[in-house]
């Protein structure tokens, strides 16, 4: 294993047999769908418990929502009607 090129030799043997790519580059390791599953894993790794805690957290806020948003519009009127 000292010699690069002996050992290269040999790696390139080992794909050989087992009807792998000749090239060098790394593509024989890869399978189509490793993107894909790269994909799905971080969707549901980082996106899915992202999401879940922004709307469990947004809850309660969600349900004073229309007491703020009525505060909001009636704001500039009380006070100017005799009330």
């Not at 490793?34 to 809850?59: D, F, H, Q, R």
């Amino acid at each position: 294993m000292s010699d690069p090129a002996r050992s290269l030799d040999r790696a390139r043997e080992y794909l050989r047999q087992h009807g792998r790519s000749e090239k060098w580059n790394g593509a024989g390791f890869r399978s189509k769908s490793t993107g894909t599953y790269l994909m799905v894993s971080t969707l549901l790794t980082l996106v899915v418990p992202a999401v879940y805690a922004l709307v469990e957290n947004s809850k309660p806020r969600l349900a004073a929502l229309p007491a703020r948003i009525e505060a909001w519009y009636w704001a500039p009127f009380k006070g100017r009607f005799g009330e």
